[in-house]
């Protein structure tokens, strides 16, 4: 039997003017398990606070129940009271007579009759408490990144910055992602290789960084302070630390012909490549699918004119085990596939080209290296249209519901630039809606139509059909003007929606991080915790958690590791001890308690019992992860056999509460 | 021997409020000094989807002729998803008391934020006024709880 | 209900369509073969059944117009499929009793050798009762 | 059908695939079927049987017989793959241990029919195209499949198996089936004849517990009836409202996870329609959030452990649900 202590507070008047506190008082006082109960003016203060030490030591109450306001307001407080005078501090119950009770009634009877009914369900619950201890567990001081676009470069840089270690995984061979691919970005028209490669160099040097190009996160164990990532690093034929990055090999190699993905196919590279000038890092990597020497063994070229000595041919992909404290996802987005949008004729013309294709035709990097040249005949185009949404606003089925949100503003830029320096070029751009929210975004689009004299025509096109002349057919329809529009094109530029990389589904199971329907990776609280996951120690950098432009995703990056730094700054996590608790021998490992749970926190091992009959059975059961549960409870009511309970929520102690409320 | 005393009928409500919105909300409308009765008693749970089906049905058999459940407004809860799970489960175990003749007016689920002390108070005066009309929980009921 | 909106409701039921999916981004129109021979193009057929103007469609050209191509239901981003609208609009007019588009004794001088058996029989079903 | 089912038993037996049957065996009487595990050939040559009573879903008990050394043979007929399949998902069953034979199914005799039409002495039973021929002591009775036949199997769901290893003859459709006709005719009736209806119903109930046992559903390794830490264990239902609450959260603790065998109505003693509540759940499962079948594959999640944002709000049932 629990002894109890009852301290009803007046809070000056605010309840004793409605609450007949010594009535309160002394009515407890009689319940079972109580041994002593007082009332003071004010409980939070000094003398209160003092009263309630001196009980507990004086009494030797195993439990105390204050009636006073929320505890919302001061539960916090009396828990380090109790703890002060060496009682557990989730011993502590607290009946809310201020803001349920003598607040919202006028009457003193039955305001005081309420707060007796509210202090015998404290005393009925504190009866069931158990002291708890809050878990610690240790934090490693290391921050793992994955995905080395801008997301993960600014995080890794901010992180870095503040002292902490921090790695880097991009699954391609250089770090700098979508954002090095592109020419200029709106709305200042700044060139994004100029603002981008120094932050990539950044990287680079930086002591505490290292990046793990052309590898990937292969597993993920742990939690929260405590990851236990597996990354592959594949196999890049090239000893990174040998090479120079002079790119002979790159010149030499006699496989010319393959596909190069930083100019999406436009042009060729060769079979040992550095994807562009800037790569960081600088080192050459050999296409396995290509290269001769590893398909045919015949060839070695590059190996016999690599003055370092670098190619090492036998090279095989190497996993390297590393501990994190938090992780960052940051796997970015790609545009989608066009398969379903044959009436753009994207696939049948290569002058039908996406926003992202467009951009490396104007890049002085690019395939045409910055000359607006049409890809079939490498004429300069006249007339161009730009269709935006394609793709994305669709609920059809053929593309993705969401807005892309970056669209409007690069075709605006797309537009202006071609406007800029050909102005003997007709631009269209056909818009379901322009929308521009940002800083000098809508005066961006405006100037576009203002000042480049860029026809932006409210319609969709329906069609676009290759003539025979070469042209591109664009049927259209234009709403204002409510006609049929037929323009003979020479470019049409799709603004394609963008989703998230293929690789973050994968991902987000390892990290037992939840996704959206659309794979983006959801956040904690999509007001409040915007850059975590609800998987604690998982943080959120750029468009895996949703379209974004890159100010956003800068933002996001930098709030990103402003959490990552807050958790490894500390040396060891104190869990919250309300936590679920699976009775074993109950449970009867049927899984619904971790499909609920949104923090990835259950998880099943197989453990062997020792049976009443002495023999030894394996049995399925839950393991809650007390590190990581947050205490919601939802895996409790799914547990159909009632293993699961929740710490300082049980199901005796609420039953309890509502026992003494109906009595 | 007093014969034929007439009590007013005086409901017992068992309200579950979630500890992030609907608690908060109760205690604005405290705050706010915003009158609903004293028969509502609030039994603080972490989230709505901590509240199981069994502690309805134990208030009903303990004599309360009431229960409501708060929650966050579905999007807002505090752990991203209990109230959905809540949702569903409400849903059901409400339209199977409805099935078996318990007056379906006598469980309730409300989406309270901690900004809405007034639409806690105004839930609270509407649920009490409901019951009342209702009566004396009857059909789901366990005699010997009573007094 | 006043006898607007129960055309409406009838042109609503019989199509199947929900109108108010509409996102007014023209690619029916701009997809639209025929637009150029309609008086009131695909897009301005959902948005004025939303706004109850069924009238002027029901006297409106476009509705024997249309090849019932069902291009701009494939190419709907949004799954509204005008089409259907157009074909219960077509459908409120020739139920009437007398108003058939086309009668049988009206073919032979329509016909053409290129014609194809099948749009013969198609133009039975969209004309006539 | 017995025949070649036990012949495939031997067959399994004698080449090393499994080292035990579970299948049905004959109790005092003919109609009185027992599930049970035959060790070996002799065993099944002397007890097997597969007939119009074997009724049992034979899948709960591999619960504890998969746990065993080596692989039992297990006979499923179609709604009990269900089962099968459900307990699969919640890693109840040892799949690795556990030989499934689909078996035909045509629906199994309600004993409570045949008592009705005052038949006894039964000695044997037939199929005659759509009759039953029944064998007793006394003569044959001809009696049609539609009047001796369990309501789950007037209403089945599904002829189609949707686990097994090997399959025994054709295998069958999903139906569409009227088996919630009478939860709809439920739905309709006032509160009031509602609740005189169910009150008529559980009022009988005597609280054996045969429901709990039988519900392939029902596995836990400890009944929160049984454990006095849940709050709500008990032992007996001492008053109408422990009536109502042992069949509430009995239901409740299935709704997503019934396959709606039927298994619970059909042992009751009582007579209780205890099917019709589970249904209910299925129903509404079905119309609020999409049709679910239980036990249909083992990858879905059950309907109450996901959620949709959409769902709609617990006050739909103020705005449907019967007459008030």
């Known amino acids: 039997m629990q002894k109890i202590g009852v301290f009803v507070c007046w809070c000056g008047s605010n309840i004793a003017a409605t609450v007949d506190v010594s009535a309160v008082s002394e009515a407890l006082s009689h319940e079972p398990g109580v041994v002593y109960a007082t009332n003071y003016q004010y409980m939070c203060s000094e003398a209160g606070q003092n009263t309630i030490k001196d009980a507990i030591k004086k009494y030797g109450l195993t439990g105390i129940v204050i009636c006073s306001c929320s505890p919302r307001m001061h539960e916090a407080t009396f828990r380090k009271t109790a703890a002060a005078a060496g009682l557990n501090p989730y011993m502590v119950e607290i009946a809310n007579i201020r803001e349920q009770c003598s607040w919202i009634h006028k009457d003193m009877a039955t305001a005081t009759e309420k707060a007796i009914i509210l202090g015998k369900a404290a005393i009925a619950k504190v009866h069931l408490n158990a002291p708890l201890t809050a878990s610690q567990s240790p934090v490693v001081k290391r921050a793992l990144v994955i995905g080395g676009g801008i997301a993960g470069i600014q995080t890794a840089l901010d992180i870095a910055d503040a002292g902490f270690e921090v790695d880097i995984v991009e699954k391609s061979p250089t770090i700098g992602g979508k954002m090095s691919q592109l020419d200029k970005t709106f709305p200042t028209l700044d060139c994004a290789a100029c603002i981008l490669t120094p932050k990539m160099v950044d990287v680079a040097q930086h002591e505490k960084i290292k990046i793990y190009s052309y590898s990937e996160v292969e597993a993920v164990k742990g939690f929260v302070g405590n990851f236990e990532v597996t990354i592959r690093k594949k196999a890049r034929y090239v000893n990174e630390n040998v090479c120079t990055g002079c790119g002979l090999c790159t010149e030499k190699c006699p496989q010319k012909n393959v596909p190069n993905e930083f100019n999406l196919g436009m042009d060729k590279r060769r079979a040992i490549y550095i994807p562009f000038a800037q790569a960081v890092p600088k080192v050459a990597t050999i296409d396995a699918n290509y290269c001769m020497k590893l398909k045919t063994g015949k060839c070695g070229l590059c190996e016999k004119i690599c003055t370092a000595g670098a190619i090492d041919y036998s090279q095989k992909d190497q996993l390297i085990e590393q501990k994190y404290g938090a992780i960052v996802v940051a796997t970015g987005f790609n545009p989608i596939k066009l398969d379903n949008f044959e009436e753009y004729s994207y696939s049948q013309s290569p002058d039908v080209v996406t926003s992202l294709e467009f951009e490396r035709i104007t890049n002085a990097a690019g395939p045409t290296s910055g000359q607006l040249l049409r890809p079939s005949d490498g004429k300069h185009p006249h007339t161009i249209v730009f269709v935006q949404c394609v793709g994305s606003r669709d609920t059809s089925g053929c593309g993705k519901p969401y807005c892309s949100k970056i669209c409007c503003m690069y075709t605006a830029k797309h537009a202006m630039l071609t406007r800029e320096k050909y102005p003997d070029t007709d631009v269209y751009v056909f818009y379901i809606d322009v929308r521009t929210p940002g800083k000098n975004f809508d005066e961006f689009y405006r100037r576009a139509a203002e000042e480049y004299g860029v026809h932006y025509i409210k319609g969709m096109v329906g069609k676009v059909a290759p003539k025979a002349d070469g042209k591109l057919m664009v049927q259209a329809s234009d709403l204002i003007s409510n006609e049929q529009l037929h323009i003979d094109a020479d470019m049409v530029v799709l603004a394609t929606a963008i989703e998230p990389d293929k690789s973050a589904r994968p991902l987000a199971t390892m990290l037992t991080a939840s996704m959206d329907t659309n794979d983006f990776f959801t956040e904690a609280h999509p007001k409040l915790r915007p850059v975590e996951s609800p998987t604690a120690g998982i943080f959120l950098s750029g468009t895996c958690q949703g379209p974004k432009d890159i100010p956003e995703t800068v933002s996001q990056a930098g709030a990103a590791a402003a959490k990552v730094i807050g958790l490894l700054a500390k040396d060891t996590l104190t869990a919250n001890p309300c936590v679920a608790h699976s009775d074993e021998m109950m449970c009867n490992g049927c899984s619904s308690c971790e499909k609920v749970c949104p923090y990835g926190a259950i998880t099943y091992v197989d453990k062997e019992f020792r049976m009443p009959d002495r023999t030894v059975a394996i049995r399925r059961v839950a393991v809650v992860n007390e590190a990581v549960c947050q205490g919601c409870g939802a895996c409790t009511v799914a547990c159909p056999s009632g293993a699961m309970d929740l710490k300082g929520f049980s199901n005796s102690q609420i039953m309890a509460e509502v026992d003494a409320i109906c009595k | 021997m007093q014969v034929n005393e007439i009590k007013e009928f005086r409901p017992k409500i068992v309200a579950f409020c979630c500890n992030w919105c609907s608690y908060a909300g109760a205690d604005l409308a405290g705050t706010n000094r915003l009158n609903y009765p004293s028969d509502v008693k609030i039994i603080r749970v972490p989230c709505s989807c901590r509240v199981n089906p069994m502690f309805i049905l134990r208030a009903f058999q303990r004599g309360a002729d009431g229960v409501i459940i708060c929650g966050c407004h579905p999007g807002d809860c505090h752990y991203t998803s209990g109230n959905y799970y809540a949702r569903r489960r409400m849903t059901l175990l409400f339209s199977m008391l409805d099935y078996l003749g318990i007056e379906k007016e006598r469980t309730r689920v409300e989406w309270v934020s901690a900004a809405e002390g007034a639409k806690f108070a105004a839930t609270m005066n509407d649920f009490v006024e409901t019951i009342t009309k209702l009566g004396e929980n009857k059909r789901l009921e366990d005699l010997r709880c009573k007094e | 209900m006043d006898n607007k909106e129960k055309q409406k409701e009838r042109i609503l039921r019989v199509s199947g369509v929900n109108v108010l999916k509409c996102m007014k981004c023209g690619k029916c129109s701009g997809t639209c073969p025929s637009y150029d021979e309609m008086d009131y193009h695909p897009h301005q057929f959902v948005y004025m059944v939303e706004k109850g103007e069924i009238e002027p469609l029901l006297k409106s050209k476009s509705i024997y117009k249309c090849l019932s191509c069902f291009a701009c239901v494939e190419r709907c981003p949004r799954g509204v499929e005008p089409a259907k609208i157009v074909e219960a609009i077509r459908l409120e007019v020739i139920r009437k009793q007398g108003e058939n588009h086309l009668k049988p004794n009206q073919i032979p001088q329509l016909l053409d050798e290129d014609l194809p058996q099948q749009a013969i029989v198609s133009a039975f079903r969209k004309y006539s009762k | ?324």
Request: a negative charge.
């Open chain 4, 1 to 324: 059908m017995q025949r070649i089912m036990a012949e495939k038993a031997k067959e399994l037996l004698q080449n090393g695939t499994v080292n035990r049957v579970l299948g049905w065996k004959k109790g005092e009487f003919v109609y009185d079927i027992t599930p049970a595990v035959f060790n070996n050939t002799e065993e099944i040559d002397a007890e097997f049987v597969y007939d119009d009573f074997c009724a049992n879903n034979l899948s709960k008990y591999l619960i504890k017989e998969s746990r065993k050394e080596g692989k039992v043979l297990v006979f499923l007929k179609p709604c009990d793959t269900y089962s099968f399949n459900q307990l699969l998902k919640e890693h109840r069953i040892w799949r690795d241990h556990v030989y499934a034979v689909g078996i035909p199914c045509d629906g199994k005799i309600d004993l409570d029919c045949l008592k009705k039409q005052d038949i006894q002495g039964i000695v044997g039973i037939e199929t005659q195209n759509d009759n039953f021929i029944i064998h007793t002591l006394y003569g044959d009775h001809t009696i049609a499949k539609e009047d001796a036949l369990a309501e789950r199997c007037l209403n089945c769901k599904s002829k189609k198996h949707v686990i097994y290893d090997e399959l025994i003859g054709r295998d069958g459709e999903v139906l569409d089936s009227h088996r919630f006709d009478m939860v709809e005719k439920i739905e309709a009736m006032t509160p009031d004849e509602r609740f005189a209806f169910w009150r008529g119903e559980f009022s009988r109930c005597i609280r054996c517990n045969a429901c709990r046992n039988v519900c392939p559903a029902c596995s836990c390794e400890n009944c929160v009836f049984d454990n006095p830490k849940s709050g709500i264990a008990n032992k007996a239902a001492a008053d109408s409202f422990e009536e109502n609450m042992f069949h509430i959260i009995r239901a409740f603790h299935v709704a997503g996870r019934c396959t709606d065998c039927g298994e619970c109505s059909r042992v009751c003693p009582q007579n209780i329609p205890l099917h019709l509540l589970n249904r209910k759940f299925i129903k509404d499962i079905n119309e609020f959030y999409g049709t679910y079948q239980a036990g249909e594959d083992t990858e879905s999640r059950a309907p109450l452990n996901i959620y949709n944002t959409e769902d709609v709000e617990p006050s739909i049932v103020y705005k449907k649900g019967g007459n008030h």
